[in-house]
């Protein structure tokens, strides 16, 4: 006798999450509009109450609905979030990066990473993920301020289509779309020795020393939506940052 074990709850609620958001943002629900009670969502999903709950506060949490006792749940328009909270006591953060420098698009791929990929990038060997890597260079200059190479997970990879028109960040293209929120950005600096394809992208010699900035972006759903690798010459790039002793 072969016994079937359900889905864990915790997954089960993000199934109907995604399921929802995905509605919402083909229209099936307008904003505007209601979504069905808790006991008619609870009915079609076959989940208990509290799965339904926990779906809902995912939904609000990517500020696409909001909940009112006795009034049920409302599609609201989406409001862009972009201030992020670091986790260090900091009154000043600022990287030196050229606002609406061009992003040169090189590649635009679908790719399966490799071992060293997965090493470079901290995603899973194996797993598949559009890559889209170029040069940015600040107006009027000749030398590219960094590499960039972005790594999107394939449930968002139709960003794809939009970047040749497109020359910001990707994430908020992602959060538009599909109607996540990223939530979470964990950033990591190393220094590192320009490659001789790194040098030649970069206008520099090889051998010479580099920085390269990793940001993993990190959805709601504890999903990774996009890893963004910058890697700039030594000489190009300056970090700031400022801090102040708080009394005890």
């Known amino acids: 006798m072969t016994v079937e074990r ?3 709850a915790d997954h089960r609620y993000l199934q109907v999450a995604r399921t929802l958001r995905k509605e ?3 229209g099936v629900y307008p904003v505007g509009s209601q979504l069905p009670t808790e006991h008619d969502l ?3 999903f076959g989940v208990s109450r509290y799965t339904v709950r926990e779906a809902l506060r995912r939904l609000r949490d990517d500020n696409l609905v909001s909940s009112r006792p006795r009034a049920g749940t409302l599609v609201v328009a989406r409001t862009a979030s972009n ?4 986790e260090v006591m900091s009154i000043n953060d600022l990287l030196a990066f050229a606002a609406g420098a061009e992003f040169a698009i090189e590649s635009n791929t679908m790719v399966t990473l490799d071992e060293d990929l997965a090493a470079h990038t901290g995603l899973p060997a194996g797993s598949e993920w559009l890559v889209v890597r170029g040069t940015r260079t600040a107006e009027g200059s000749p030398e590219p301020i960094c590499r960039t190479e972005y790594y999107v ?3 968002f990879a139709a960003v794809g289509r939009l970047l040749q028109r497109h020359n910001g960040p990707i994430f908020p293209l992602i959060e538009d779309l599909f109607g996540v929120s990223v939530v979470e950005v964990h950033q990591e600096i190393a220094a590192v020795v320009a490659s001789p394809g790194l040098a030649a992208d970069l206008k520099v010699d090889a051998g010479t020393a580099a920085l390269e ?3 993993t972006y990190t ?3 504890g999903e990774i ?3 963004t690798i910058n890697t700039h010459p030594a000489a190009r790039f300056r970090y700031s940052m400022t801090m102040r002793r708080v009394k005890a």
């Open 219 to 221: 959805t709601s759903d």
């Open 213 to 215: 900035m990793r940001r």
């Open 6 to 8: 359900e889905a864990p």
């Open 225 to 227: 939506a996009q890893v």
């Open 83 to 86: 201030s992020y909270a670091q």
């Open 42 to 44: 609870c009915e079609r």
């Open 153 to 155: 997970n394939r449930t």
């Open 24 to 26: 919402i943002v083909e």
